[in-house]
């Protein structure tokens, strides 16, 4: 499959009450016809509720101070649905569980613009100059892309994007571009040329550095002038991050698509964790990748792909032409350890503009993969075990004593336990551990329980990522 260059929307849904009726679950013809906010006593909020046989009760919220710690209670949607549910068993006495009076009671509302918009102050397009010779001639050209603020700095702000965003195949000479610009969402505009013929932002546009990146992986870091993103816009901000996603959970891509300004694409996640092929410069490669059908396009490549509350779950970066349907984003756990690498070892050693891995020395495979459904969450995940099949003398796993079948249940990184699961995890892991850093393994033997002691990762186990 060729590099596609394509970018994502997003799009949030928020839990609304609906109007309490009649249910042959509850011994009562009585229902709940309205919330509605009453008056205020300090930071005591109160709400009368009306039934429809004329009676009415009070609900009492408490809240913080100056928004900080609660809401504001200006209105009734600062009320939640568990206070409700609390209420309403203290006026009835049912024995309802919070479930059925979900489902009894409670719509969705699938009005997401709050969610939605505030992710937009995150949310960039990207141009990247390039030369390309056409006919003989070299001509002025932009790479078109998208790309979301990760982290925000007194000094700088850092910009998440696609690699191939940022390496143009079919650049005459130089084909990593290292200097380009961003326009905010909102304050969207297009590079232009002075009389010299040099390439200009506008006074909307900021002007961006390459961190560093990484082609294996399909990312790269971006950097910008703080001061000069707030001068645009000071309402800024970085993008919130969720590592947690299921199938079937309605997703919103956000990007610059076509080049024509960014947008919003709504879909679903297909599968959680899928294999997408990119040529990014004339080599095949394999991407683990979140499969969507949010749709994208060309220009949408290093856009967000965000889930209902409007949180980042992952960047889109590559489609099936010939599917419309069958889209791609490197998931977040990916693009937060890629872009910390790189950050991290750029600020140490100012000219490296890559990460590295922690390798454990062991070679590894999967078995008794199977899909598990709690009943209780609504949801389901893949389960797989991770089993060892040989280790290298003087690695990580020969220190932890790992042996031939053992399988790897978790990984501890500086005190932080991740359940290996499904064996992309522990890339996951590795991709944050730096030398120095301490790290135990889980495992299980014969079916009992184990843990390797604590080992110190040294600079001899780690490499750098492509």
Known sequence: MKKKILATTLAIATLSLGVFSGCNLLQTTTSVTSIEFSHSEGLVDIYTITYSDGTTSQLTVTNGRNGTD???????????????????????????????????????????????????????????????????????????????????????TYILTNYHVVF???????????????????????????????????????????????????VAVLKVNTADVLEVNPQAAPVKISYDFTVGEETYAVGNADGKGICVTKGVVSVDSDIAVLDIDGTEREYRSIRTDTAITHGNSGGGLFNMQGELIGLNNAGREDITFMNYAIPASVLTAVGDGIMYYNAAFVTVKYTKITRLGVTITTKNSRYVYDT???????????????????????????????????????????????????????????????????????????????????????????
């Open 376 to 466: 209780a969450t609504g949801k389901g995940d893949i389960l797989e075990e991770t089993v060892v099949l040989e280790t290298s003398a003087g690695s990580l796993s020969a220190l932890a004593g790992l042996k031939k079948d053992d399988i790897i249940t978790s990984l501890t990184l500086n005190g932080k336990t991740t359940e290996i699961t499904r064996q992309f995890k522990i890339t996951d892991v590795l991709l944050n551990a730096r030398a120095g850093d301490k790290i135990k393994i889980g495992y299980t033997r014969g079916g009992v329980a184990a843990q390797s002691s604590e080992l110190t990762v040294r600079a001899q186990d780690t490499e750098k990522v492509d």
């Open 168 to 218: 143009i195949d079919e650049a005459y000479g130089e084909k990593l571009r290292t200097h380009g610009g961003i326009y905010l969402y909102g304050s969207e505009s297009e590079p232009g040329l002075d009389e010299n013929n040099t390439i200009v932002y506008g006074s909307l546009g900021v002007e961006c550095d390459y961190v560093g990146g990484s082609i294996d992986y399909d």
């Open 70 to 156: 609660g809401k504001d209670g200006s209105d009734a949607q600062d009320v939640t649905a568990e206070d409700v549910y609390n209420t309403y068993k203290q006026i009835y006495g049912e024995e309802l569980t919070f479930k059925q009076f979900c489902e009894l009671y409670l719509t969705v509302d699938n009005d997401n613009t709050a969610a939605f918009n505030s992710a937009l102050c995150s949310c960039v397009k990207v141009y990247m100059p390039y030369t390309k010779r056409e006919y003989g001639r070299l001509v002025q050209k932009n790479s078109l892309g998208s790309g979301v603020i990760y982290k925000m700095e007194e000094d700088y």
